[in-house]
């Protein structure tokens, strides 16, 4: 068996060379992939262009590798093994360069951060940020100038003809990144059995918890765990983006989330937590797996006897794997900026149907955002039944919806057209929609699945439930894992609404797939008046957030006039839902 194994960077990376040597010491056959981000990383797994991929989580000096651990939980990752790397940083150049001449330095950022010392050593020489190890000392050795060196480990002076200036620059000899190796959930079963191919036999799992700010909790946290005989081997700190006064921990304990001791312990720690995400348990020093082979263990424990098991998919599920239920059965979680969408918290999402000037989108974004709506919506690309009608201001538009938003805080969702306009979109906003009419435009759902963006795929007007999700399959397949479903209305025989809006979508979705789902009442029916109680029905069916239309004069408003809510009505939608647990 041959595995492609992908990494962050190129050949000579501290990341190529952990990897080659973990690997080949696990006697498999393997063809290693550099790209350009961890995110990069992430995603080929998850879309199947690589069996396994690796991401730094920690470093003895530059402490907890964020990003890592963050990925690891975003796209539910299955970690198969712990690699611990001696980071052998070197300080390379051209040959003929001299150390006292070095006038410019290049390294990975975290690289840099465990240079400190030895870097402030060398007078008048600028610190430069790189890709990643690897790039630095290929740049370096491309350009030829002695002046310019790569701090980078011993195996790139080899691979491009650089001599070594100083070895062990690092803050402190011992420096050591930990990294993990993990797998998709969708892993073919040789993949799977990666594990235990090296001694020690030990497993640690990875937790993501969060805390309120009041008197006792982490405490009580700890203690649930002290209580189980649980050894903490990490716990580290940061505030909860878009949840003042929460705190996230990072949290690696020893043993395995199968043992009943630490399942007990977490449906404990569950209870003491605002959220708990089990990243996964997995071998230390490449520890063997029990018997039975390399079955996934992100998962809690399984439900308990006499509990009910989940209904089954329909036949058709087998034309959307990647969206079913049982592809990921803790459900996504899909982060915009600070927001979850899919998580605890109920997310409105507001603003005007069209970008009409900078005063409207100002205005707009200062009183939703005031009122409590999470992002900023408003369409710069419009499509329209008649070609008379406003097609909105193009680019100018995106412009100005991304000034209000950043102006207000909050992200910003706007409906992008066709392929050709993904990747500048993507630059200038944070939630690309997918509108109702291109809900099979197969072009544009392969374009957005190659992007870093989350998506939001409308229903189409006459789309059945199995059309929508083999559309977000599209997506998921381009390794895009961050697919929200939009509710908005589909066309029926009935008259007295603009359409009819499904809210029986919204159980039968949550029920058969992993994906969050919005509920867009505006489109639903297109009048003002019968928007707000559909708004408290959607939250109360059980959708994860609504989009609805709000603009500072509705009469005049280019497009949607019909269905535009005013700031008194936005706020009277905002009260109703606060009384809706």
């Keep these: 068996m041959t595995i492609t194994a992908a990494y962050q960077g190129i050949e000579g990376a501290h990341s190529d060379v952990a990897l080659a040597s973990h690997l080949g010491a696990m006697g498999v056959d393997h063809v290693r992939t550099g790209l350009g981000t961890f995110r990069q990383v992430?995603?080929?797994?998850?879309?199947?262009?690589?069996?396994?991929?690796?991401?730094?989580?920690?470093?003895?000096?530059?402490?907890?590798?964020?990003?890592?651990?963050d990925l690891l939980a975003q796209f539910d990752l299955v970690p198969i093994c712990e690699i611990e790397w001696r980071m052998d940083h070197r300080l390379l150049a051209v040959p003929g360069a001299e150390l006292s001449g070095v006038r410019e330095v290049f390294a990975h950022p975290l690289a840099l951060a465990e240079c400190g010392r030895f870097l402030g050593?060398?007078?008048?020489?600028?610190?430069?940020?790189?890709?990643?190890?690897?790039?630095?000392?290929?740049?370096?050795?491309?350009?030829?100038?002695?002046?310019?060196?790569?701090?980078?480990?011993?195996?790139?002076?080899?691979?491009?003809?650089?001599?070594?200036?100083?070895?062990?620059v690092a803050d402190h000899p011992e420096n050591y990144t930990r990294f993990v190796l993990f797998r998709s959930p969708e892993s073919r079963p040789e993949v799977q059995a990666l594990g235990?191919?090296?001694?020690?036999?030990?497993?640690?799992?990875?937790?993501?918890?969060?805390?309120?700010?009041?008197?006792?909790?982490?405490?009580?946290?700890?203690?649930?765990?002290?209580?189980?005989?649980?050894?903490?081997?990490?716990?580290?700190?940061?505030?909860?983006?878009?949840?003042?006064?929460?705190?996230?921990?990072?949290?690696?304990?020893?043993?395995?989330?199968?043992?009943?001791?630490?399942?007990?312990?977490?449906?404990?720690?569950?209870?003491?937590?605002?959220?708990?995400?089990?990243?996964?348990?997995?071998d230390v020093g490449a520890a063997s797996l029990p018997a039975g082979g390399g079955e996934?263990?992100?998962?809690?424990?399984?439900?308990?006897?006499?509990?009910?098991?989940?209904?089954?998919?329909?036949?058709?599920?087998?034309?959307?794997?990647?969206?079913?239920?049982?592809?990921?059965?803790?459900?996504?979680?899909?982060?915009?900026?600070?927001?979850?969408?899919?998580?605890?918290?109920?997310?409105?999402?507001?603003?005007?149907?069209?970008?009409?000037?900078?005063?409207?989108?100002?205005?707009?974004?200062?009183?939703?955002?005031?009122?409590?709506?999470?992002?900023?919506?408003?369409?710069?690309?419009?499509?329209?039944t008649s070609p008379y009608a406003f097609q909105g201001l193009g680019w100018e538009g995106v412009a100005l919806l991304a000034e209000a938003g950043r102006a207000a805080g909050v992200p910003v969702v706007s409906e992008v057209m066709s392929p050709e306009q993904v990747e500048r979109m993507a630059r200038e906003v944070d939630f690309l929609q997918?509108?109702?009419?291109?809900?099979?435009?197969?072009?544009?759902?392969?374009?957005?699945?190659?992007?870093?963006?989350?998506?939001?795929l409308k229903r189409g007007l006459s789309a059945s439930l199995d059309e929508l999700l083999a559309a977000a399959e599209y997506v998921?397949?381009?390794?895009?894992?961050?697919?929200?479903?939009?509710?908005?209305?589909?066309?029926?025989?009935?008259?007295?609404?603009?359409?009819?809006?499904?809210?029986?979508?919204?159980?039968?979705?949550?029920?058969?797939?992993?994906?969050?789902?919005?509920?867009?009442?505006?489109?639903?029916?297109?009048?003002?008046?019968?928007?707000?109680?559909?708004?408290?029905?959607?939250?109360?069916?059980g959708a994860h957030a609504i989009m609805i239309e709000v603009h500072p004069n509705p009469p005049e408003a280019k497009s949607d006039a019909e269905q535009a809510l005013t700031f008194d009505d936005f706020e009277a939608i905002m009260d109703d839902l606060s009384k809706i647990p």
């Excluded at 109702?436 to 392969?446: G, S």
């Design 42 to 69: 992430a995603t080929a797994v998850i879309a199947g262009r690589a069996d396994v991929g690796l991401l730094p989580v920690d470093n003895a000096i530059a402490g907890t590798v964020r990003d890592g651990y």
């Design 121 to 168: 050593t060398l007078a008048g020489a600028r610190v430069i940020p790189s890709v990643d190890t690897g790039v630095a000392a290929r740049d370096v050795a491309a350009w030829g100038d002695p002046a310019r060196a790569a701090i980078a480990p011993p195996e790139a002076a080899a691979i491009y003809g650089l001599v070594e200036l100083a070895r062990n």
């Design 196 to 282: 235990g191919r090296l001694p020690p036999a030990r497993r640690k799992t990875s937790l993501l918890f969060a805390t309120r700010h009041e008197q006792g909790a982490l405490a009580r946290c700890l203690g649930s765990l002290a209580e189980a005989g649980i050894n903490l081997a990490k716990l580290e700190s940061r505030p909860k983006l878009g949840k003042a006064w929460e705190y996230l921990f990072y949290v690696d304990i020893e043993g395995d989330v199968t043992e009943p001791r630490i399942g007990a312990a977490l449906g404990k720690l569950r209870e003491q937590t605002t959220s708990l995400h089990v990243i996964g348990s997995y």
């Design 296 to 384: 996934p263990r992100c998962a809690l424990p399984p439900v308990a006897a006499g509990a009910s098991e989940p209904p089954a998919l329909p036949s058709s599920a087998k034309n959307w794997p990647k969206a079913a239920r049982t592809a990921r059965p803790g459900g996504t979680r899909i982060p915009i900026g600070s927001v979850l969408v899919g998580g605890e918290d109920f997310i409105v999402i507001a603003g005007p149907c069209s970008v009409e000037s900078r005063e409207q989108m100002m205005a707009t974004a200062r009183r939703v955002v005031a009122g409590g709506a999470h992002l900023l919506r408003g369409g710069a690309f419009k499509p329209r």
């Design 434 to 456: 997918i509108g109702a009419r291109n809900m099979q435009n197969f072009d544009l759902l392969k374009a957005v699945g190659r992007t870093d963006r989350p998506v939001m």
């Design 476 to 541: 998921l397949a381009e390794g895009n894992p961050h697919v929200a479903l939009c509710e908005r209305g589909i066309r029926t025989f009935e008259t007295a609404t603009r359409n009819t809006l499904d809210l029986s979508a919204v159980p039968v979705l949550r029920e058969r797939t992993h994906l969050p789902v919005i509920v867009d009442p505006s489109h639903g029916v297109g009048v003002r008046r019968w928007i707000r109680p559909l708004c408290r029905a959607a939250k109360a069916v």
